[in-house]
């Protein structure tokens, strides 16, 4: 199978109603600005053709107090395999972001592997986290950031993918009802 063309990632309470309620939702919010790409259980992948940080933005500002089923709304600065060295790489394009005085936090949902030779090894989180550190020559905080390195594995078909975000901590609150 193909891997699906992403940027934005929604996360709906379960049930099928709630899927169909969120995904009429981000249309109507988004009109032309965003197609369908994918969905399993409660996430439905979206490619935004602006930017996904401002579209995701405006699916959270405007659910709030409406009680359309929505958990959370999550832009996507590249999809990569979901190989730890993968994941470094996209990474390495996003730090230039973070100045050096600020700080950050790595939050990895799902497992990353390790490829060496010619079969992959799967990796406990804190040996991930571990490794994508390595990229980031800045201030840890795991309390208060100003920066999330945000990773999220998605299983596409047979396949895993690696959902890569450089977001501020407030991209990845639940949506207020």
Not at 33 to 59: G, M, N, W
Not at 91 to 105: H, M, S, V, W, Y
Not at 114 to 120: F, L, M, P, R
Not at 146 to 164: F, M, N, P, Q, S
């Amino acid at each position: 199978m193909r891997i699906p063309d992403f940027n934005l990632i929604v996360v709906h309470e379960p049930g099928i109603e709630n899927y169909g309620r969120v995904r009429n939702y981000v249309k109507q919010v988004l009109g032309d600005k965003v197609v369908y790409a994918y969905s399993y259980q409660s996430v439905i992948l979206y490619r935004c053709f602006e930017d996904p940080h401002t579209c995701a933005e405006a699916i959270k500002r405007n659910a709030a107090d409406t009680g359309i089923p929505l958990i959370k709304a999550i832009p996507v600065d590249a999809v990569v395999n979901a190989d730890v060295d993968s994941v470094r790489g996209a990474i390495r394009g996003l730090i230039a972001k973070i100045q050096p005085n600020e700080t950050f936090r790595i939050t990895l949902q799902g497992h990353l592997y390790k490829i060496e030779e010619s079969y992959s090894i799967r990796l406990s989180s804190s040996d991930a986290v571990k490794e994508i550190a390595k990229e980031v020559d800045r201030p840890v905080n795991l309390t208060s950031p100003d920066w999330v390195i945000y990773v999220r594995v998605l299983k596409i078909g047979l396949a895993e993918v690696a959902a890569v975000s450089l977001l501020k901590p407030h991209e990845l609150e639940r949506v207020k009802l």
